[in-house]
């Protein structure tokens, strides 16, 4: 079974500042998919930024890159020139491409604190 | 509707009552998934619905707990005989379909059982 694994339950980071949260995944398939998403206190969860593992190319997305090793099983996301609205649960999850893997699996979360 | 809805927002109930959470999803979208969060933990799969086919219950923790969807309209989720264990956020969420691996979410229903 796939897993994923948030080891940091908190971070916090400057305002401008950079800050890169890890994430790690265990899986035997070699086609999926990995996400971040965030969630602020409105709960509602926001889709921050989707990597395809066949894809070598790290996805970006404005302030938010990610650190995709496959070998590794390892997807970190950083955030650059953080802002204060950045501050919320930052969740790793992982699906699998294949038909029927229609599962999401997502790892018990980061919360993120932002100092002005 | 522009989002996916959930109701109610919050609800408190006693020990051993039941209790219906709805979802309204996304229009168009026929994949529709149930999470539950416990405080500070990550999300857990309840149960899947993708259009007419038979749901994936393989999340659903008891036999207390069930959910419904008619076409791919609106979900209920019901707790049955509600124990303190259950209080968590329910969340729901949309896709487009089965293939997207897309989620669109809910605020959720936070549940608190006293």
């Known amino acids: 079974a796939q897993t994923v694994t948030q080891s940091q339950p908190e971070m916090s980071v400057q305002e401008a500042e950079t800050v890169t949260l890890s994430c790690t995944y265990d899986t035997s398939e070699s086609d999926y998919y990995l996400f971040w998403y965030k969630q602020p206190p409105s709960r509602q969860m926001i889709l921050v930024i989707r990597q395809e593992a066949y894809k070598q190319q790290n996805a970006t997305e404005n302030r938010f890159s990610v650190n995709f090793q496959k070998a590794a099983k390892s997807f970190s996301l950083k955030i650059s020139d953080s802002q204060l609205g950045d501050a919320a649960m930052y969740f790793c999850a992982y699906r699998s491409a294949r038909t029927g893997g229609f599962k999401t699996i997502f790892g018990a979360g980061t919360r993120l604190f932002v100092k002005a | 509707g522009a989002g996916v809805s959930q109701s109610p927002s919050n609800k408190v109930t006693e020990k051993g009552k039941d209790v219906e959470l709805r979802c309204d999803p996304i229009s168009g979208h026929t994949a529709l998934y149930w999470y539950r969060q416990r405080l500070g933990q990550g999300l857990e799969f309840l149960i899947y619905?993708?259009?007419?086919?038979?749901?994936?219950k393989s999340g659903l923790p008891s036999d207390r707990f069930s959910a419904e969807r008619t076409g791919e309209s609106v979900s209920t989720l019901t707790i049955q005989r509600t124990q303190q264990e259950d209080s968590a956020v329910y969340l729901c969420?949309?896709?487009?379909?089965?293939?997207?691996?897309?989620?669109?979410f809910g605020s959720g229903t936070q549940l608190s059982v006293l």
């Open positions: 619905f993708q259009g007419n086919s038979a749901p994936d």
């Open positions: 969420a949309s896709s487009p379909d089965s293939f997207n691996e897309k989620l669109f």
